[in-house]
């Protein structure tokens, strides 16, 4: 069955260095979405991605942060200068269409010391 | 602003059922959905019901939408150890963009 990949599993980094998070999407999916989850948090939407250019964002999603389809299989997350509070599981998800159904992956667990 | 609220545990004996509740404030959500948590593993869709659906039936799991309460119940029959995990509740939001938002998720223990 498809399914979202995301590397690297865990990802320790130092306060102040940029991260790049990746993930390949389902491979006929047309939207791509971050989310993140501050442990003992509720699971909270940053960013929606479609054609090229991102649809939604939420207020988490600064200026620090960025996305990015290299090419047609990959999407990825840039945090520029990681603060301790960027500290989180990161999820990348896609679907098939909008506001259809969303396929999560297994996560990057970001530690940032 | 738009909120999706469940119990945090629950806890059952193995072959009995299931019902993890979750109520949500936006209403013109088009799809609800649960998704199951397993330790370290992600997010996996379980089921998801469409707004305009009362119940939905899927092999063990059956979904209850009261949308004049704003109501969401997934219920899991004759529950097995294996179903041990965090259930989380989502709605779609008024956006419909894909933008989901999340309940606190609902520990499940099931005893032997």
């Known amino acids: 069955e498809p399914e979202v990949t995301q590397t690297p599993s865990h990802q320790v980094t130092q306060m102040g260095q940029e991260v790049i998070l990746r993930c390949v999407p389902i491979s006929n999916h047309l939207y791509f979405y971050w989310y993140r989850q501050i442990l003992g948090q509720k699971v909270e939407f940053l960013v929606s991605f479609y054609n090229n250019e991102i649809s939604e964002k939420s207020e988490i999603f600064d200026d620090q942060f960025s996305v990015e389809r290299p090419d047609g299989s990959n999407f990825t997350l840039k945090i520029r200068s990681t603060k301790l509070e960027d500290s989180a599981m990161y999820f990348c998800a896609s679907s098939p269409g909008q506001a259809e159904k969303l396929f999560f992956g297994s996560g990057t667990q970001l530690s940032v010391l | 602003g738009e909120d999706v609220e469940q119990s945090l545990f629950l806890s059952v004996r193995e072959g009995d059922s299931s019902v993890i509740n979750c109520t949500y404030t936006?209403?013109?959500?088009?799809?609800l959905y649960w998704y199951k948590q397993e330790p370290g593993a992600g997010l996996q869709l379980l089921t998801y019901i469409f707004s305009n659906m009362d119940m939905k039936q899927d092999q063990r799991l059956t979904v209850l939408l009261n949308k004049k309460d704003k109501h969401l119940s997934l219920r899991i029959a004759d529950t097995q150890t294996g179903d041990s995990a965090i259930y989380f509740c989502?709605?779609?939001?008024?956006?419909?963009?894909?933008?989901?938002?999340f309940g606190q998720g609902t520990t499940l223990q099931v005893k032997p």
């Open positions: 936006d209403s013109s959500s088009t799809y």
């Open positions: 989502a709605s779609g939001g008024s956006s419909n963009t894909g933008k989901l938002i």
